[in-house]
C-alpha cells in the first residue's frame, strides 16, 4: 500500500507568471480604452459649444428681423431684453461645459463666445479652446487645432 505523500499531486491555480502577463495585457487595453474615452467626451463637448452658440446666434438673428437691432435697447420685457442680459453675465450651456457670452453686442452687430466652464471638463482641451461666432456667420476658434478641424 502507497502512502498518501507518495502519490504525485497536479498543481492547480496560475502562476505568478501567468498572473502578470494577463495584467500587463489588460493594463494596455485600459490605457487604450481611457484615452479614446477622453477622445470622446471632448469630441461631445465641442459639438454642446458649437450647438449652443448656433441656438443663440439664432436667437439673436430672430430678435433683429423683429427690432432691426441686436443690442438691448429694445422695449423693457422682451425677451429679447432678456436675451441680451442673460448674454452679458453668460449662459451655460446644457451639459455645463461651456458658458457663452455676447462680448460684442450693438445694433448692427455681435460676437458670440464659447468659453470652457471651470468644472465643466473642458478646461484641459487644448486642441479647441474657443469657440466664436459673429452676425455675418463666420466662425472661429482658438487652440492648436485649425477653425476648419474645431467646427468640422
Not at 117 to 139: H, I, L, P, S, W
Request: charged share 25%; proline share 3%.
Amino acid at each position: 500500500m502507497r502512502a498518501a505523500f507518495d502519490v504525485p499531486r497536479r498543481q492547480r491555480g496560475v502562476t505568478l507568471i501567468e498572473l502578470m502577463v494577463v495584467m500587463v495585457v489588460v493594463s494596455i487595453l485600459a490605457s487604450i480604452a481611457v484615452g479614446s474615452y477622453r477622445q470622446y467626451t471632448l469630441r461631445a463637448g465641442r459639438a454642446e459649444a458649437k450647438a449652443a452658440l448656433l441656438q443663440q446666434q439664432n436667437n439673436l438673428e430672430r430678435c433683429f428681423t423683429r427690432f432691426n437691432r441686436y443690442d438691448p435697447t429694445l422695449p423693457a420685457g422682451d425677451q429679447c431684453v432678456t436675451l441680451a442680459a442673460d448674454l452679458a453675465t453668460g449662459i451655460e450651456t446644457e451639459g455645463r461645459r461651456y458658458v457663452i457670452t455676447a462680448p460684442t453686442l450693438t445694433a448692427t452687430t455681435f460676437e458670440l463666445r464659447a468659453d470652457p466652464r471651470t468644472g465643466g471638463g473642458m478646461t484641459d482641451d487644448a486642441k479647441c479652446t474657443r469657440f466664436t461666432v459673429n452676425q455675418a456667420g463666420q466662425r472661429n476658434s482658438a487652440g492648436s487645432a485649425t477653425r476648419e478641424e474645431c467646427w468640422r
